[in-house]
């Protein structure tokens, strides 16, 4: 009686490798191991841009909306005027900043002025969307203040108006140069209102990341924006900056709470709350359908073991006459098929690092090769392709595919293990 072997012995370990290493009688099974290495490898690969791609695009889309916006708006309820609109603006708007600005977890809140007018400069027109806000409010804003991209003195806003990149080349105007705001709510006369019109001179233009910001948003100092628009002693909304954005939910009750009755809340999830979920269907559909892709790339695992299978019958069948066990048969094959799983995994792991940690040299030559134009922010409005490389997607994506990798091993090295010694050496 054949004593037990220890599972993964070094002579099932020797084995394996001699039936991995190629022969030129078998060049089918060793073409087979390496069409399953690349499946895997190309797989993983894949995988492992496609999370970090994904969590690089919801990683920009939130920091420049957090960055360029208002985390939590508060506005008031408004009354219906003469005319049927409704007027929200805000008179006691400096008490209840103030009240907002007390509440633990919040960095600033600042008054608003918001309106859309046309703007004009060097015979060309544009739509703005136009903040009006105090100077050192503006100054706070990461996204707009902290731009690296920014030409100008963001100190002399006070003395001027700020312009977003993509708008300022709209209207073909630099720093020093004049922009004409044109507002059809200007003043009443007895033959209707006469639009406003008023110049100022460009001092800052900034770039938020976001081609839909930059396209169509300016500053105007918040003093500057009352007498414009008519607004004086009031603004339209104030704009709240917290701590931990990710966790407005929670601070919006104590918001509400501070602002006092008749106001109402609105928190940049719901502003993008629709785009965030969208982009959570889209990362699990990606997910599942770049998970069957490795699937069908460790199928190729099965095709090559089972090929190895059928050549190796011979030696099958002496290495059990010898007294090998079944169990000991099934594991030189798991190995051969496992060795395939992991070294592909390995390759694609390292292979998709090195592409989200490179992404922005590999995807400049793409597009140099392409002649530009590969990425326009138009149409995705951001600027440039990112990625994130996290842990737990490398994991994620190692796990699925050692998972796959194996579970399909498991059959082709059974089928191995049960194989009759005697019908093996029948016909040899």
């Not at 100022?200 to 948003?217: E, L, M, Q």
């Not at 407005?248 to 509400?256: A, H, S």
């Not at 889209?282 to 099965?302: R, T, Y």
């Amino acid at each position: 009686m054949a004593g037990k072997t220890a599972p993964f012995a070094a002579f099932e370990w020797m084995i394996a490798w001699r039936y991995l290493r190629a022969r030129r009688a078998e060049g089918g099974v060793s073409t087979m191991t390496w069409i399953s290495l690349i499946g895997i490898t190309l797989a993983v690969f894949a995988l492992i841009a496609t999370l970090a791609v994904r969590s690089g695009f919801r990683a920009e889309f939130v920091g420049t909306i957090l960055g360029a916006n208002a985390h939590v708006t508060v506005y008031s309820f408004g009354e219906v005027d003469a005319s049927g609109r409704v007027d929200r603006s805000m008179t006691e708007f400096d008490d209840m900043a103030a009240r907002l600005a007390e509440v633990p977890g919040v960095t600033r809140a600042a008054p608003l002025i918001r309106a859309q007018v046309m703007g004009a400069g060097q015979g060309r027109n544009s739509g703005i969307d136009l903040y009006g806000i105090a100077a050192a409010d503006f100054e706070s804003l990461p996204g707009i203040a902290g731009s690296d991209a920014a030409l100008g003195d963001i100190s002399a806003f006070g003395e001027g108006i700020a312009l977003g990149s993509g708008l300022a080349r709209e209207l073909g105007v630099g720093i020093g140069d004049k922009i004409r705001l044109i507002s059809p709510d200007g003043v009443k006369t007895a033959f209707g209102t006469s639009p406003r019109i008023n110049a100022y001179d460009v001092v800052f233009i900034f770039s938020a990341g976001r081609y839909d910001i930059d396209r169509t948003r300016a500053y105007l100092p918040f003093d500057e924006a009352q007498v414009f628009f008519n607004k004086e002693n009031t603004a339209d909304e104030i704009e709240v900056m917290i701590e931990e954005p990710e966790a407005v939910d929670r601070i919006t009750p104590v918001l509400l709470q501070a602002a006092g009755p008749g106001s109402q809340v609105w928190t940049w999830r719901d502003a993008s709350g629709g785009f965030l979920r969208a982009l959570e269907v889209e990362d699990n559909v990606m997910f599942i359908i770049l998970s069957i892709l490795v699937l069908i790339a460790a199928m190729n695992i099965v095709s090559g073991l089972i090929m190895l299978v059928k050549n190796k019958g011979r030696d099958i069948g002496i290495l059990r006459t010898m007294g090998l066990s079944e169990g000991s048969v099934l594991r030189v094959f798991f190995i051969c098929g496992a060795s395939t799983g992991i070294a592909g995994t390995l390759m694609g792991v390292i292979l998709g690092s090195i592409f989200a940690l490179y992404i922005d040299p590999i995807f400049s030559f793409v597009n140099m090769m392409m002649g530009g134009g590969v990425w326009d922010p138009a149409i995705r409005g951001i600027y440039a392709l990112p990625a994130e490389l996290h842990l737990d997607d490398v994991l994620s994506a190692t796990a699925l595919s050692l998972g796959l990798s194996f579970v399909v091993t498991i059959f082709p090295a059974r089928k191995a293990a049960r194989m009759n010694p005697v019908e093996a050496l029948r016909y040899e």
